[in-house]
């Protein structure tokens, strides 16, 4: 058997959507760019929703939108992508690495109040919901309101996901969701940026089109007189096209289905590999309803008798894919040399990485799939024993 990493189907109304989109005449951002952000916002609960060709440029508008500029101090988990952390840089500002939780790899309201006392003139924090779990937003946000910090919530892996049956996306001044390739729902590449306020929708629209004041679309389709545009800021190339949104509207319609499936993944890795000692399973806080299943990432611990490479090589031989999140940024070679970071300052997101592994998750794996990355671990672990006698 042979069980990849993560698998997309695009087995629902995609390719119809696609095909009538194709066959309009008018490719790019426009009607059913309009209507998936109408759906989604509807989804979530939020007032506005503005669909990009990213999360990573959602979090760039969000940010310039909330006027984070030069040596702005913004909190952000080491624990993450890239993505989270370049576009602060981007902007001039300053990124605060902070560690996160082990097991859950979140910010709690405990990590950011620590972080607040070293760096009380923080602006602004990017807060991702990992894995598809929420963070304890309630708090957090109460926190950010009593110091003024701006809360960006970075929902790249959370999507469908909830917080207190709420879903998360009109908690924060604004919340940025990926539909890359392998995230929750896919539009191929693409993000939405949802929000409650005007201003940051009405900021975020004009720059994801080069700062012009007014839709493209607009201008081809209004009457003749409608032709002048005016540039009010020096905007950027970050509009989703039809065909991608094509194919975000057949996926949110399968959202919540998807969930379900990847779901019943975790849940069958919870019950199987409850009496492997060696490893230690991801803490879920929240009702398992609420979580988007994004990542399952277990952490080999000290019982394990085995180093991660051989469990990872493996795993490789018996045609079982992984990945592995992440290498925290602080060990990146831009932001550990520029910003001075020390491994000693993220004790838990130094304990996690360099014995974690993320086990395949996908909707429609299946139960086989599943038994067989569950025996195969177990048997790659007990042969650890063996090994070392
Ligand atoms: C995938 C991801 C992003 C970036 O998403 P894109 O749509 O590829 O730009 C940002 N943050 C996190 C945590 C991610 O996993």
Redesign the pocket.
Known sequence: MKVPYCRVYCDGHELEYVRRVLESGWLTTAHVCFEFEQKMADFIGCRYSCAVN????A?HLAAEALEIGENDLVFVPSM??A??AEIIVHLQARPVFLDTEYRTNLITPEILEEGIRKNPNAKALIL?HYGGQSARIDEIQEICRAHHIKLIE?A??AFPSKYQDRYIGSFGDAT?F???AN?TITTA???MLCTNSENIYKRAKIMRLHGINRDVWDRYTGNASKWEYDVVAAGYKYNMTDIHAAIGLAQLERAEEMRQQRQFCAEFYYRELADSVEIDLPVCYVPHEDHSWHIFQIVLNDQCPLKRSDVLQQLSDADIGFSIHYKPLHQMTFYKEKYHLNPEDFPNAEKTWQRTISLPIYARMTSDELEYVCKTLKKILKSGYSKVR
């Open positions: 990213s999360a990573t440029a979090l993450t992508f993505a989270s991702v970075d790249a892996h940025c990926s539909f890359y995230k590449e693409g993000g």
